[in-house]
């Protein structure tokens, strides 16, 4: 159960970093699930009409071994600490990420962020066209990222609260023109952890996948949680950032409402 001090840090960070969510004997069926889809099927998934590329991992995207991580884990628990009990939906689909070294001299460029759902014509919604679908990242690491450059889930902390201030003044509809720029708050954070850490993060965060300058190539597992009535409050979530977060209401207070 998380402590009033970890609400509040996700609170105003927008992310949540726990050690240890998920035990090492599944960590470890995962990531043989994961090397064997890596080293046998390779790349696939590619929808042309929906502008997807091919990635790897597309064939465990809904593996049992996988999903567990999340469903069979604290990690429910956590997100249901967060957004109320019984209102975090069952994880369905999760995504491993294999990011691979850059070649052996090359330097790793500094990182550059995003909010998920905004369109480009190449990331499988139209230009123009903007969507909400989930209400929390939840990356798992399936092995020890001990440094930056490492391929690390990167955000931008506070930057959930710079983007609800950003649709208040100007709209939501303002992503329809494409990923806004506002000024962020603080530097990137490229997070480090072991396997089995989770990474729990809100939505509006701005985050990227970090370019991986280690000699290893870094896995982790992304699901997107969903609360119970995501869809039904759709877009009204860019301008109330924690509608869809019952169990932090009890420490919000005038220096992190945004």
């Known amino acids: ?12 960070e927008g992310y949540l970093q726990v050690s240890g969510a998920v035990p090492q004997i599944m960590i470890d ?23 997807r590329s091919a990635f790897f991992c597309y064939d465990i995207l809904d593996s049992p071994t996988i999903l567990a991580m999340y469903n069979d884990t604290p990690v429910m628990q956590i997100a249901e600490d967060l957004m109320g009990k019984g209102n975090v939906e069952p994880v369905l689909r999760a995504k491993t990420y294999p990011r691979f070294p850059l070649p ?10 995003h909010i998920d759902g905004v369109g480009n014509g190449l990331n499988g919604t139209a230009k123009g066209d903007y969507k909400r679908g989930f209400s929390a990242f939840a990356v798992i690491y399936l092995m020890d990222v001990p440094e930056p450059y490492s391929g690390n889930f990167t955000v931008w902390p506070k930057s959930h609260r710079t983007f609800a201030a950003h649709f208040k003044r100007e709209g939501h509809e303002v992503l329809g023109q494409g990923k806004p720029h506002p000024e962020m708050p603080e530097p990137p954070v490229m997070v480090t952890g072991k396997a089995g850490d989770l990474i729990i993060a809100h939505h509006a965060m701005y985050h990227t996948g970090g370019t991986n300058a280690s000699p290893n190539v870094r896995l982790a597992t992304i699901a997107r949680l969903q609360h119970k009535d995501c869809s039904e409050i759709g877009k009204d979530a860019y301008l109330d950032i924690w509608r869809e977060w019952p169990g932090v209401h009890d420490v919000l207070d005038e220096s992190v409402v945004a």
Not at 29 to 47: P, Q, Y
Request: aromatic content about 2%; cysteine-free; glycine content about 14%.
């Open 1 to 12: 159960m998380l402590t009033n001090l970890q609400k509040r840090r996700f609170v105003e």
């Open 29 to 51: 069926a995962a990531r043989r699930v994961v090397n064997h889809s890596i080293g046998t099927v390779g790349m696939g998934g590619e929808n042309l009409e929906n502008n």
């Open 104 to 113: 052996l001299g090359e330097d790793a460029p500094e990182p550059r962020g």
